[in-house]
């Protein structure tokens, strides 16, 4: 297929002959478009192309304008919206706009524009057109080159493309195989567990009452042991003139400073109280404080004096302590296991299970084994899968000649950060002096370039800038003998542009998308 550049070189050619026929008739004004000419006939009224305005033909290119669509002042700057015609013989023929003319910079490679200007311009459309033939020849080769390496990765992605379903139509049947044994493995896990669950809930429940029990023993040896201690006539009676004496416990009453019998009455609930009575009215209200003092350091507030007398004592009845050590110890010891027991039976283990809920337990931890690992075998199978899946729904090309792309990735290098593009994932930059990855973006879709439906990537959702936008990527892509990235720029603020060259995109429809032509 010719590009459009061959078609308008054609174009060109054909109407260069047809002026070279009739310029001994018509004579054509300064700045007239070849493909208008046949409208500037000196011998009858100028018509404007627009309006169908005659005016006499010594108007055209006096320098005032006269039509609104300025064909009469092709050229001059007269009119704003002119078009001035640049031949370039041995280049590219080209239209500027008349304001361009005579403002004493050289628009067309031949000089025309600037015939009236003291600028002077040299007519160099041969060396042009030379050096645009070299380029077109070396394109060729380069795409002609690329062409056969874009069929070798066409060939490649089609030959991927036929592993990755075969491999899809393997997993398929082997997760359903596996399904099916996962759903066997489940079921005898469920089955195991529920004895197992059964016998575990009856040792927990058993070691729950037991807790139960040693919790109601605490509460009972403690709310003992104050009872004893404020029934200080040992009647078995704790009256309210007892508890008065206790002042730890004003604060129950009023707190204010004093303990009345009063107050204490108050707390007890009548007169007095026998144990019973007081384990289930009055302990509960006690409790909390009657444990705060026994938790705190001993004697702590006890005067000098007295602190000083217990230390005597204690010397004095040193020797007959140690006689009466022999009929103490087992009753102090029989205290201190009830002690324990009832202080801490929240931390105490859990006994062991027995063995017949061992054995279940067992039973049932090589059942979740069994499924477990089954289970891991579908998900790792899910996976797999997925990328597979997600692979194939991928547009790789009309060939999938851009297939061996993936999973790659390329970088390109400026003074201050190194790109990185990996083609169908993401893009990202990083300082040149370290540190990590800022993303500019991951991948989106195809951007149609023409009627190239492949002729860009967009790359959206990158990092989002301070008070900006997300960061985007488009990346250009162009006919070349090797994958790499030629060149990035930040067009607008946090929106990147990367050129980058690919035999991927010497494919021969698209030509034109580089301005590349066969020679005529």
Known sequence: MRCFLAAFCVFSTILLHLLSATTASVTRPRGVDLRNIGFYDPAKPFVCLDSK??????????????????????????????????????????????????????????????????????????????QMREERERMRKLVQEGQGMRQKMAEEGQVLKRDKQARLEQLEKERAELELKDEELQRRKEEAERPEKEAKEKHEKTWKDVKERLRQEKEQGEAKELFTSIDTNQNLHLEAHELAVRTEYEKLANNDGEFSEEEAKEILGEA??????FLDT?????????????????????????????????????????????????????QDDVRTHAKDEDDLPMPEYDEDTKHLIEVANKAREEYEEVSQQLKKIDNELSTIRKHMDLDLGTEREFAPLQGRCFEYT??????????????????????????????????????????????????????????????????????????????????????????AACHPDHLHSHRIADEL
């Open 282 to 334: 009055v302990w509960p209200k006690l409790r909390d404080t009657f444990r705060d003092h026994a938790a705190a350091p001993a004697d702590s507030n006890a005067d000098p004096d007295s602190q000083e007398e217990k230390k005597s004592g204690d010397l004095d009845e040193h020797e007959e302590s140690e006689s009466h050590d022999d009929d103490d110890d087992d009753d102090e010891d029989d």
């Open 414 to 503: 400026d003074r201050e950060y190194i790109y990185s593009l990996c083609p169908f994932d993401r893009v990202s930059q990083r300082q040149k002096s370290g540190g990590g990855d800022t993303s500019l973006g991951t991948w989106s879709r195809w951007v149609a370039v023409g009627t190239n439906q492949h002729g860009a990537m967009m790359f959206e959702h990158g990092l989002r800038c301070w008070n900006g936008p997300d960061r985007s990527v488009k990346v250009h892509i162009s006919c070349g003998t090797e994958d790499r990235v030629t060149a990035v720029s930040e067009v607008q603020r946090c929106e990147y542009e990367y050129q980058f060259e690919s035999p």
């Open 53 to 130: 305005k005659k005016i006499d033909f010594s108007q055209v290119n006096d320098d005032y304008c006269d039509c609104e669509d300025g064909t009469d002042e092709p050229g001059t700057a007269a009119c704003a919206v002119g078009k001035f015609f640049c031949e370039d013989s041995g280049y590219v023929s080209k239209l500027i706009p008349s304001s361009r003319v005579n403002d004493a910079i050289c628009d067309c490679c031949d000089g025309s524009d600037e015939y009236a200007s003291s600028t002077k311009c040299p007519n160099d459309c041969m060396e042009r057109g030379r």
């Open 272 to 277: 007095y109280v026998t144990f019973q009575g």
